[in-house]
Structure formats: C-alpha cells, structure tokens
C-alpha cells in the first residue's frame, strides 16, 4: 500500500508539479527536453515519444 502512494507522489512530483527553480516547468519537462524526448501526460498516464 505505501509502495502505491509513493509512486503516485513521485509521479505527481516529477510529472505535474511545477517548479519555481525549474523556470515553472516539471522536471520531466526539462529532463526529457535536454534528452531530446517529448513529453505528454495525458489523464490515462505517461507516455514519451521521441521529438
């Protein structure tokens, strides 16, 4: 059970969360960018395409 809400956290964290430091992007946002990936998170949950 901690192991569900800790995902759901983390997910939260990296995927939805704004970031002042971060320029108000997520950290998915500014990793996958710097990765040349793109990202979308539709309501159904994470997927990453290449740009």
């Known amino acids: 059970m901690a192991y ?3 995902k ?3 997910e ?3 995927h939805r ?3 002042q430091s971060l320029d108000y992007r997520t ?5 996958y960018k710097k990765n040349g ?3 979308r998170v539709p309501a159904g949950g994470l997927h990453v395409d290449k740009a």
């Open 27 to 31: 950290p998915a946002e500014v990793y």
């Open 4 to 6: 569900l809400g800790l």
């Open 17 to 19: 969360r704004i970031h």
């Open 8 to 10: 759901d956290y983390l």
């Open 37 to 39: 990936l793109y990202v």
């Open 12 to 14: 939260f964290y990296n």
